[in-house]
Structures are given as C-alpha cells and as structure tokens.
Nanobody
Framework: QVRLVESGGGLVQPGGSLRLSCVGTGLVFSANAMAWYRQAPGKQRELVAAISRGGSTEYVDSVKGRFSISRDKSKDILYLQMSSLKPEDTAVYYC???????????WGQGTQVTVSS
C-alpha cells in the first residue's frame, strides 16, 4: 500500500525560496519516474516537474529555470527546490509517480505553498 508524505511548504514572499520533500512507503522512488504536481484553488492538478529513473528531468514551462527536482537515492527522498517564487506558484504540492493524473487513485495530503507579500 502506497503512502506518500509531502512536507516543506509554507508562506513565503515573492522572490523567496522553499524546498519541498517527499517520503513514502510502498513505493521505491529510485525505481520509478517520480514527479511533483500542484493544484491551485479552482484549478486542475498539473504536473510541475518530473525525474526519470535515469535522472533526466522535465518541467512545466512556467517553472523552468526556477524549480529543480532531485532525489536522494540512499534515503529515497524526492525534493523540489523552488526559487524566485511567484504568487501564481501558490498551490498544494503533491508527489507521485510520473504518470497520467487521471490514473492516480491515491494522493498524499500534499503541502501548501503560499506566495504572498
């Protein structure tokens, strides 16, 4: 049974930085392509960043150059380093396998990121 726990969110001013972390059970991150997703109020969940088993990364255009996805294979932790944050980055952030959002039947509780002055 997969359980995912995201952490590291918070309230930050525009231009600030945060690092999100994700740990889990029932899913070996290093053996899967993993991703961060986010859902803003009134909007659909979207893919933000992904990392393949081999370490290749991909990002949604709106975060390119500002966000960086990585993982610690030894600890099986997934990270999302977010810099130059903008108010439009405000959302609940989730980690999951890199897959079709519609196919996911379990999401962790997510971590709230609020970018506001």
């Amino acid at each position: 049974q997969v359980r995912l726990v995201e952490s590291g969110g918070g309230l930050v001013q525009p231009g600030g930085s945060l690092r999100l972390s994700c740990v889990g059970t029932g899913l070996v991150f290093s053996a899967n392509a993993m991703a961060w997703y986010r859902q803003a109020p009134g909007k659909q969940r979207e893919l933000v960043a992904a990392i393949s088993r081999g370490g290749s990364t991909e990002y949604v255009d709106s975060v390119k150059g500002r966000f960086s996805i990585s993982r610690d294979k030894s600890k099986d932790i997934l990270y999302l380093q977010m810099s130059s944050l903008k108010p439009e980055d405000t959302a609940v952030y989730y980690c999951q396998r890199r897959t079709s959002i519609a196919s996911v039947d379990y999401w962790g509780q997510g971590t709230q990121v609020t970018v506001s002055s």
